[in-house]
T-cell receptor, first 111, second 113 residues
Framework: AQRVTQPEKLLSVFKGAPVELKCNYS??????LFWYVQYSRQRLQLLLRHISRESIKGFTADLNKGETSFHLKKPFAQEEDSAMYYC?????????????FGAGTILRVKS | DAGVTQSPTHLIKTRGQQVTLRCSPI?????VSWYQQVLGQGPQFIFQYYEKEERGRGNFPDRFSARQFPNYSSELNVNALLLGDSALYLC????????????FGPGTRLTVT
């Protein structure tokens, strides 16, 4: 079965420090990987997807198929980055829009 | 556009009762998916509907059912409620049945006592 693991429930960093939110997945095929973010009192929203290879709000994520990882990184954290971050995968060909989410990591950026 | 809307915002039910949750997708979106999010966990897929047909089903008992209407809005029904059904129920919409971006609603908080 597909599984997404986010090993850290909480990651606390100081403003200006680098951030890395870890995500590992288990699936033998070629899933599509995403990062979703939920800011306080806001709805869940897409942050970035691996197929786009883009940087959103300074965040990047590289898909490493060998290590089955999709870690989210930002070189300099900002206070407004504080939020809950979810890693997710989908298997379009087999399961349509079904997203499999990890348990999430709370990022707290301290001033 | 107000985005995906869900109703009610929250509700409290008793064990054994039935509940209906509603979702209105973004205008023009034809796919609606439902997720259950238990406290401390990520959302878990329940159903996907596209053009009024079920396109996917998660590992949930038959007490859970859903349907999609001609205007693409959707209802999620849960029968014979259990304490473990207490959760935030999220609805997500997208234009296609396969889409790189889904838009989530604010959720309905269900508490079963």
């Amino acid at each position: 079965a597909q599984r997404v693991t986010q090993p850290e429930k909480l990651l606390s960093v100081f403003k200006g420090a680098p951030v890395e939110l870890k995500c590992n997945y288990s699936y033998s095929g070629s899933p599509e990987l995403f990062w979703y973010v939920q800011y306080s009192r806001q709805r869940l929203q897409l942050l970035l997807r691996h197929i786009s290879r883009e940087s959103i709000k300074g965040f990047t994520a590289d898909l490493n198929k060998g290590e089955t990882s999709f870690h989210l990184k930002k070189p300099f954290a900002q206070e407004e980055d504080s939020a809950m971050y979810y890693c997710a995968l989908t298997l379009f060909k087999e399961y349509g829009n079904k997203l499999v989410f990890g348990a999430g990591t709370i990022l707290r950026v301290k001033s | 556009d107000a985005g995906v809307t869900q109703s009610p915002t929250h509700l409290i039910k008793t064990r054994g009762q039935q509940v209906t949750l509603r979702c209105s997708p973004i205008s023009g979106h034809k796919s609606v998916s439902w997720y259950q999010q238990v406290l401390g966990q990520g959302p878990q897929f329940i159903f996907q509907y596209y053009e009024k047909e079920e396109r996917g089903r998660g590992n949930f008992p038959d007490r859970f059912s859903a349907r999609q209407f001609p205007n693409y809005s959707s209802e999620l029904n849960v029968n014979a409620l259990l304490l473990g059904d207490s959760a935030l129920y999220l609805c997500a919409s997208s234009f296609l049945t396969v889409s790189y971006e889904q838009y989530f609603g604010p959720g309905t908080r269900l508490t079963v006592t």
